[in-house]
């Protein structure tokens, strides 16, 4: 069975400019996402200035702001790095050996093995998204959050904060707000990103601190540099 150096759960902004970062200096990456088709999927076309040499800025085009299109271009650079493995599954829980997070369980069935799991969920955390009357459990609009993933981590000790954001109207879509969990700042370490409850357990991206697509670029970057120098 295929194990990672670092598997990454959530192909949001923190966590693809994470995996694209660590794939292109050569670590092995596992990038799991429940859709492709919202790997580092904007709400609203993304506007610099971008961290310099990032997967943001690679994938923008002034010519073509269209969401959707920056979506694809930025699939399309993580799929062409071969030492990247962008799959699709929905992780449930957390797989430890002797105290160590050693990858993840899916609800598809096969585990996803690493040497070291960052967890990039983003909003997806004990979810509820509100759109008028409607309510539902959801991390954004028709996505489903990760129930079974945070249940678990509840009941291993982690603490949480609740947060809510807005996301504003646009000419395709409606607003709506999403209320979800991010991790107590005492659970996790913001200079080595790590949650310091269980060894080989990362975290970055909205699931730890609030942020813009620019700011979740450079924490995904950050981290990047930071597994580089434990990995030697």
Known sequence: MRRYQVLIVGAGFAG????????RAGVEVGLL??????????FLP???PFPQESLLEKAYDPQDERVWAFHARAKYRLEAEPHLHLFQAT???LLLEEGRVVGVRTWEGPPALAERVVLAVGSFLGARLFLGEVEEEAGRLSEASYPDLFEELKALGFRFVERE???????????YRVRYHAFHPE??????????RLAGLYAVGLCVREGD???MSQEGKRLAEHLLHELG
């Open 187 to 196: 659970e996790w370490e913001a200079e080595t990103f790590r949650l310091q």
């Open 33 to 42: 996402t429940q859709s492709l088709d919202s790997v580092m999927m904007p």
């Open 16 to 23: 693809a400019e994470a995996a694209w970062h660590l794939a």
């Open 46 to 48: 993304p506007k610099p």
């Open 91 to 93: 992780a449930t829980g």
């Open 165 to 175: 954001g807005a996301v504003p109207e646009t000419p395709t879509t409606p607003g």
């Open 213 to 215: 697509y620019a700011r």
